[in-house]
Structures are given as structure tokens and as C-alpha cells.
């Protein structure tokens, strides 16, 4: 597929992949839609899969060097536009879960259903240090203390963050290809700290109640290590009405890559009943 400029400012890669009804993948903090692929590809069986590289990832690049949420909600907007698709199904990863849910904050017209999967709102819908806006001290200690690539590399392979320590320890070649995968289109560092500057000042949890698409929150019972999605997920469950919780038993932060066949499942019922 080809890039497209804009009008928000952006030259965006996206791809689309089978037929019928839309699907938006949207994905997490400095990932490319590539990441997508193969975990994801058999739902292209059912539906329309709608990928792209955020601005500042893989192949997309922005004209500013400022970025937030509601400016990448908008690309996502304007590449609808582009594409003649009046209004879709979205499933946001993490950061991309807060994408999602600017856009149905503010383009609800567009959105025919959201999956918030281990996701959050904002840091007034958190605890402890973590309400604090900004970017963390953990985060930047790590970072700076590790280098770019091996934080990276450590919040993959060597965390329970994206996968189960059984998981790490029994399919370390898929692991590490995964990392592979998402390494070679992630965004490189200039561009990685602007995102994650995006991610740690959007504040969306006051306008929860404003969300009126059918919502499921979709969350592994173990994502608590560095960021507690359980307790954000909980958040997001209690606030936007009409929410549905879904919780996927020995699972982390990258359950869509640990458990492809069983979420794809999730996946592809949740966008059957409302479609």
C-alpha cells in the first residue's frame, strides 16, 4: 500500500487487508502497523483489517515535531476520509487504546465499536506516583541507565511485560522474533520520546462518561509490571457506560502475540455482535 499526505500535517503508511466490516488496529507506543502481522492477519478471513504506522513510526513522518493523542486520532480520521470509509470497528493497544478513545471522544460518528485492550485513560484515572503527569522517573532512569535499544530490547525479552515468564522460557525463538519484527519499523528515538511525551499528557479519564460506542476493555489478568493496566483497565470498566470487561487468564501486556488464535477469537465475536 502506499503512503498518503495528509492533512494533518502527516506522509502516513497503511495497509488493508480482506473484506467486510472495517477494522481499525491501532497499535501501542512506537510499534508500526507491522507488528500486526502474521499474529492477526486470519481475521482478514472475516473482516476489513485497517493497518498504518502512527506519525513518527516505521514508515509514516510528520511535518511537526510535536506530538498528541488527539493529532494522531486525527490522522486516523483523515485517513478514513481518504480511504471512504464513513465509520469502523477500533481496537487500540496501550497507547493506542488512548488514540482510540480520543477519537471516540470526539468523533463519535465514526466509531461503530471500540476494544480498549490493555489500555488506560489518563494519569488521573491512576494511583500513587503514576497520577503524576509527565513523564515517569522509572521510565527515564531506565532508559537512560539501558540505552535506547536495550530497553527496548529488556521490556520484550527479558520482562513479564509483553510475555509470561513461561511463555519467555518455552518460546524463546518466538520471542525474540517478535522483537525482531517490531525493532526493525519502531520509532527511532527522537520520535519515541515525542510519543511517549503524547502518551504521558493526554488526560482523557474526566470525558469517559462522553463514550457512547459499545466498549469492551480487554486486559491480562497479569499486566501490573512497570504500568498496572489491571487497575487502569478497572478505571475504564466503571466509567465508560455500558463498558464490558473482558479478562484473559495467564496473560500480560502482549496478548495478542502470546495467545493470537484466542484473541483473534475475542476479536472477531466482539465485531460479529455489533456490526
Known amino acids: 500500500m502506499p503512503n498518503v499526505k495528509l492533512p494533518t500535517g502527516v506522509d502516513l503508511y497503511y495497509e488493508t487487508h480482506g473484506q467486510g466490516e472495517p477494522l481499525i488496529f491501532v497499535p501501542s507506543t512506537a510499534y508500526s502497523g507491522e507488528v500486526w502481522k502474521p499474529s492477526q492477519m486470519p481475521l482478514a478471513d472475516s473482516l476489513n483489517l485497517i493497518f498504518h504506522d502512527p506519525r513518527g513510526c516505521g514508515r509514516s513522518v510528520a511535518e511537526q515535531s510535536v506530538y498528541t493523542i488527539e493529532l494522531m486520532a486525527m490522522d486516523i480520521v483523515a485517513l478514513m476520509d481518504h480511504i471512504g470509509c464513513p465509520s469502523a470497528h477500533f481496537i487500540g493497544h496501550s497507547m493506542g487504546g488512548r488514540i482510540a478513545l480520543s477519537l471516540a471522544q470526539n468523533f ?19 494511583a500513587g506516583p503514576d497520577c503524576v503527569p509527565g513523564l515517569p522517573f522509572e521510565w527515564v532512569y531506565e532508559m537512560v541507565s539501558q540505552g535506547f535499544e536495550k530497553f ?26 517478535f522483537y525482531k519484527l517490531a525493532w526493525e519499523t ?28 459499545p466498549t469492551m476493555v480487554l486486559i491480562g489478568d497479569g499486566d501490573t509490571v512497570g504500568s498496572n493496566h489491571v487497575a487502569q483497565a ?22 495478542f502475540w502470546e495467545d493470537p488464535e484466542g484473541t483473534n477469537d475475542v476479536i472477531l465475536s466482539w465485531v460479529k455482535r455489533h456490526s
Open 108 to 126: 463519535p460518528g465514526r466509531i461503530k465499536s471500540l476494544i480498549m485492550a490493555a489500555s488506560g485513560s489518563g494519569t488521573a484515572g491512576r
Open 234 to 255: 478497572q478505571v475504564l470498566k466503571d466509567r465508560i457506560p455500558g463498558a464490558e470487561l473482558k479478562v484473559l487468564e495467564g496473560q500480560t501486556h502482549g496478548f
Open 186 to 213: 519502531h520509532a527511532k528515538l527522537p520520535e519515541f520520546i515525542q510519543l511517549v511525551m503524547a502518551r504521558h499528557s493526554f488526560e482523557g479519564t474526566h470525558r469517559l462518561g462522553d463514550v457512547r460506542c
Open 152 to 177: 527496548v530490547y529488556d521490556e520484550i525479552v527479558e520482562t513479564d511485560t509483553f510475555f509470561t515468564d513461561a511463555y519467555r522460557k518455552s518460546h524463546r525463538a518466538e520471542v525474540e522474533a
